[in-house]
């Protein structure tokens, strides 16, 4: 079954950091453009960070530029995003989506994603 899973969310203070992973099963991420994409109550779904298959070319929305960093590690199948001086605005449900089309451009259109996993909550509040 094909599948990415994400995980790492959770509470964290004003301030604080948290690092989610994107797991994938049933493929290999090696082929892959890995975006991360948000979602608030009340709000359209926003792309915040992505990263081509090859790790070569990275992109952040300006709302995470020099909070945010992304990483791959493709022996372990895994993305990574570090998220770091959190704001209660950086709350929300996030997806990992994986996209083969145009896989070495980063891209945080939805529309050229393929799968998407089922999200993990990140709270920042005190």
């Known amino acids: 079954q094909v599948q990415v899973v994400e995980s790492g969310g959770g509470l964290v203070q004003p301030g604080g950091s948290l690092t989610l992973s994107c797991a994938a099963s049933?493929?290999?991420?090696?082929?892959?453009?890995i975006g991360w994409f948000r979602q608030a109550p009340g709000k359209e779904r926003e792309g915040v960070s992505c990263?081509?298959?090859?790790?070569?070319?990275?992109t952040h929305a300006d709302s995470v530029k020099g909070r945010f960093s992304i990483s791959r590690d493709n022996a372990k199948n895994t993305v990574y995003l570090q998220m770091n001086s959190l704001k209660p605005e950086d709350t929300a449900v996030y997806y990992c989506?994986?996209?083969?089309?145009?896989?070495?451009?980063?891209?945080?259109?939805?529309?050229?994603?393929?799968?998407w996993g089922q999200g993990t909550q990140v709270t920042v509040s005190s």
């Open positions: 989506a994986a996209g083969k089309r145009f896989s070495r451009l980063c891209m945080l259109d939805h529309r050229v994603y393929d799968y």
């Open positions: 990263i081509s298959s090859n790790g070569g070319n990275t």
């Open positions: 049933g493929f290999t991420l090696d082929y892959y453009r």
